[in-house]
Nanobody, 125 residues
Framework: QVQLVESGGGLVQAGDSLRLSCAAS????????MGWFRQAPGKEREFVAAINSWSDSSTDYADSVKGRFTISRDNNNNTLYLQMTSLKPEDTAVYYC?????????????????WGQGTRVTVSS
């Protein structure tokens, strides 16, 4: 098991940038594939971005964020990041990081075993 704690959320204006962080406990962070998901008010949780474990840090993005968001990881510091640029009001949501102890990431939330508590991002127009 890995404990996950997100941070970096806040209130920004459309067009601004924001970087989310997800701090993980333990010494095996690098062996986990990681993902970012988000849940907007009244909507289901949706996939945002994912990255494979350290043996293969391939990335995957939802079409809605491709070209604007960048997922990355620092295995030495047990931290996952989501750099968000050109933010839009429709990016408003609670953002969650998730971990699964496999090499390959997934777009499906049911494939992840460990979740953080979430950090809220609000983008005003």
């Amino acid at each position: 098991q890995v404990q996950l704690v997100e941070s970096g959320g806040g209130l920004v204006q459309a067009g601004d940038s924001l970087r989310l962080s997800c701090a993980a406990s333990g010494r095996t962070f690098g062996t986990y594939a990681m993902g970012w998901f988000r849940q907007a008010p009244g909507k289901e949780r949706e996939f945002v971005a994912a990255i494979n474990s350290w043996s293969d840090s391939s990335t995957d993005y939802a079409d809605s964020v491709k070209g604007r968001f960048t997922i990355s990881r620092d295995n030495n510091n047990n931290t996952l990041y989501l750099q968000m640029t050109s933010l839009k009001p429709e990016d408003t949501a609670v953002y969650y990081c998730a971990a699964r102890r496999t090499r390959s990431s997934s777009r499906y939330d049911f494939n992840y075993d460990n979740w953080g508590q979430g950090t809220r991002v609000t983008v005003s127009s």
